[in-house]
């Protein structure tokens, strides 16, 4: 097993590794690698929805998203589709999965089972280097502030999937949840610090109005976006991406209009996020 990193700003590929057969080296060297660079990625890897709970299960135990379809055959998985009458697709923009909820997920695996005959790519962006990127004095700023991250504004009752009227979720009456984490956290593997709010669930600073955040949040959205951030992974069939959420975003591109896009994501728990102290 190879661990090759990507170009650009995060992401790493695992070459020669058949994600079935992992031995506990190769499971702490792809943790080891995905806490360093954010996301790790595999290729031709054939696996069922049970052997791929299987696998997650090695990193963690799994959360099962209340929110989307899950596949029929395993009720864990998440379907992760775009048929071509859908004018949306699932994950478009930048954002970081289950920032909304108390303890957030580590991250999700992410199976591709069909692919568009063109687009559909993913990209990521560095939280680390996004850290690294602020001044002293608005580093220094952050690491004593916390934020508040919400599922309601997307799949609540009122939220934009519902609006949509889109069958691909579903519960809303289970989108009460808000969470409050800090804004620079401490990398549970690494140690390194990671910028923490997103585009996606990250609402207002804690004790700040919405209306006071929102010039602060969106330079730090801008921020986190910058093209030296950002690695882009083109999915084959059988292509697996496995993000780390406390390190990464990620936002999958709505750009194959007409074709359909199928994946299976099994999504890992994780811990409570500590404050970054220098």
């Given at each position: 097993?190879?661990?090759?990193?990507?170009?650009?700003?995060?992401?790493?590929?695992?070459?020669?590794?058949?994600?079935?057969?992992?031995?506990?080296?190769?499971?702490?060297?792809?943790?080891?690698?995905?806490?360093?660079?954010?996301?790790?990625?595999?290729?031709?890897?054939?696996?069922?929805?049970?052997?791929?709970?299987?696998?997650?299960?090695?990193?963690?135990?799994?959360?099962?998203?209340?929110?989307?379809?899950?596949?029929?055959?395993?009720?864990?998985?998440?379907?992760?589709?775009?048929?071509?009458?859908?004018?949306?697709?699932?994950?478009?923009?930048?954002?970081?999965?289950?920032?909304?909820?108390?303890?957030?997920?580590?991250?999700?695996?992410?199976?591709?089972?069909?692919?568009?005959?063109?687009?559909?790519?993913?990209?990521?962006?560095?939280?680390?280097?996004?850290?690294?990127?602020?001044?002293?004095?608005?580093?220094k700023?952050?690491?004593?502030?916390?934020?508040?991250?919400?599922s309601?504004?997307?799949?609540?009752?009122e939220?934009?999937?519902?609006?949509?009227?889109?069958?691909?979720?579903?519960?809303?009456?289970?989108?009460?949840?808000?969470?409050?984490?800090?804004?620079?956290?401490?990398?549970?593997?690494?140690?390194?610090?990671?910028?923490?709010?997103?585009?996606?669930?990250t609402?207002?600073?804690?004790?700040?109005?919405?209306?006071?955040?929102?010039?602060?949040?969106?330079?730090?959205?801008?921020?986190?976006a910058?093209?030296?951030?950002v690695?882009?992974?083109?999915?084959?069939?059988?292509?697996?991406?496995?993000?780390?959420?406390?390190?990464?975003?990620?936002?999958?591109?709505?750009?194959?209009?007409?074709?359909?896009?199928?994946?299976?994501?099994?999504?890992?728990?994780?811990?409570?996020?500590?404050?970054?102290?220098?």
């Open positions: 097993m190879k661990i090759v990193p990507m170009q650009g700003g995060c992401g790493a590929e695992v070459q020669g590794a058949d994600l079935n057969t992992l031995t506990d080296a190769d499971v702490a060297a792809i943790r080891a690698a995905q806490g360093e660079h954010g996301v790790v990625f595999f290729h031709d890897q054939d696996m069922t929805p049970a052997q791929q709970l299987k696998v997650a299960r090695r990193f963690g135990d799994v959360n099962v998203n209340r929110f989307f379809t899950p596949v029929p055959e395993q009720p864990e998985v998440a379907l992760v589709l775009k048929e071509p009458r859908h004018e949306t697709n699932i994950g478009g923009g930048w954002h970081t999965d289950h920032s909304y909820d108390a303890i957030p997920a580590l991250g999700s695996m992410l199976h591709a089972k069909e692919v568009p005959t063109n687009g559909g790519d993913t990209l990521f962006a560095s939280m680390y280097l996004a850290a690294e990127a602020l001044s002293d004095g608005l580093r700023t952050l690491m004593g502030m916390s934020a508040v991250h919400s309601r504004h997307v799949f609540g009752s939220g934009f999937y519902s609006r949509m009227e889109d069958d691909r979720y579903h519960n809303p009456e289970l989108a009460t949840q808000d969470a409050v984490h800090p804004v620079i956290v401490r990398h549970p593997v690494s140690g390194r610090a990671a910028l923490y709010v997103n585009p996606g669930f609402i207002r600073f804690d004790g700040w109005t919405a209306e006071e955040s929102r010039p602060l949040l969106a330079y730090l959205y801008e921020l986190g910058r093209e030296e951030h690695c882009r992974f083109r999915w084959h069939e059988g292509s697996v991406a496995f993000w780390d959420n406390r390190a990464t975003w990620h936002h999958a591109l709505n750009d194959y209009p007409g074709e359909r896009r199928l994946m299976h994501r099994v999504t890992i728990e994780g811990e409570p996020l500590p404050a970054y102290a220098a």
